[in-house]
């Protein structure tokens, strides 16, 4: 078992205000798997306080050359590749991420997002000069904005944290990161790669507390910036502070996508059930753009029920430290009673479940079955609310403009899917449908394209040569 008594606070271990402290526990086995100081109010003063003096620093960070920064960033990369089996075990102890899948992406992609940021900076320029449409010349300057808090889930605590800080310190930003109370073991070995870089004290502060200490850090009044990625239901209130404070803000919040199945795709599972696997059911179905509204034609609705219920039969269910694990445990018992809770609710309200229905049969853990429900109304709860666990729906549709309308049915636009044998058909209907990211055959977030939601799965977008403009202000200089 792991256990700390510090907190990350201006480049040093600071001892925390208080003796509260968070108990990790192995949602795998129930077994504590670690124990660390719970932030307070306090000690989120002394984070943004190193932040800003960091930030207001002269001859600081967001001084620095941008050849200077991005050398530090690849420092930052190198440093956490060097970490992988830690943060990935970590990761998958704390909030049940298979480990073979936590090994290919939380241990892998921020180190390639800190390196695609570094090439960025490499190529950007930060200042243009252009013609005044009066007289003499207009300079267009991008600065950093300032202080960052970033606040980031349980569910990809590394990736979606990388999402944040790698674009924010590349623009000469500084960081106050604020994990999930549920996984603040790999935190500290995040806090450590960055402590072995040439990124000085205070650019990076780390603050692992509960919602209190979320709260008062959104509204601290030396935050210039809030980046939160999290429920749509936090995310609003987040939203409402920022716009009290006039505080720029990004959210990437929930979602309900829908998987529009048309009527040549190709269902053979040996030629996509991974990638079906992929787009409907990644990390225990603990993922935000999941395409869990599948939409089948009503000439293969059959077909289609079959084919995800032998899909959903062949999964590995089991231990998340288990290299042959492909579907783990629920978070905590609290998400897994919620999870099952809704599938209480689908079959209260007519559904059909084909397969799965229950928390299974295991001695510890807090488990799910994967379940398929068939014969699902759009209106109905499973289809509009977001379960956030391995359920999947099948909706019936008509033709493509019916599909679509279904599809388009939603509180929710962060993620979808097209399936065809025409891959120009499969465009041409994506971009119909009314959401920020679309896979065709497949879903594959690229980290060097935008990311993000519409309506209700939040505002601002992630990743991509134009998230660093998230973090920086635009300056008109008139000479």
Known sequence: MFSYDSLFI????????????????????????????????????????????AFDD??????????????????LADELAARADELSRRVSSQNGMPITFSRNVEAVTPPLILRYYARTLRNSDFETAQPHLMSGTTLVRSEPMGVVAAIVPWNYPQSLAAFKYAPALAAGCTVVLKPSPQTLLDSYTFAEAVSATDIPPGVVNVVGGSAEASAHLVEHPDVDKVAFTGSTEIGRQIGQVCGRLFRPVTLELGGKSAAIILDDADLDLSVIG????????????????????????????????????????????????????????????????RVQRYIEKGIHEGARCVA???????????????????????????AQEEIFGPVLSVIGYTDIDDAVRIANDSAYGLGGTVWTSDPDRGKAVARRIRTGTVGVNRYQPDIGAPFGGVRSSGIGRELGPTAMDNYMHVKAIYA
């Open 274 to 337: 991974e990638r079906l696997f992929e787009a409907m059911l990644l990390n225990n179905g603990q993922t935000c753009f999941l395409c869990t509204r599948i939409l089948a034609p009503a000439s293969r609705y059959s077909e289609v029920i079959d084919t995800l219920a032998a899909l959903i039969s062949s999964l590995q269910v089991g231990d998340a430290l288990d290299p042959a694990t492909q579907i783990g445990p629920m978070v905590s018992s609290a998400h897994r009673d």
């Open 58 to 75: 002269a001859q600081g960070w967001s001084s620095w050359e941008p050849a200077r920064r991005a050398a530090a960033l690849e420092q």
């Open 356 to 382: 799965g229905g229950n928390s299974g049969d295991y001695e510890s853990g807090w488990f799910v079955q994967p379940t398929l429900f068939a014969d699902v109304d759009n209106s109905a709860t499973i």
């Open 10 to 53: 201006g480049g040093g271990w600071m001892k925390p205000s208080s003796n509260e402290t968070i108990a990790l526990v192995s949602p795998s086995t129930e077994e504590a798997v670690g124990v660390v100081p719970s932030a307070g109010p306090r000690d989120v003063d002394a984070a943004v306080a190193s932040a800003r003096a």
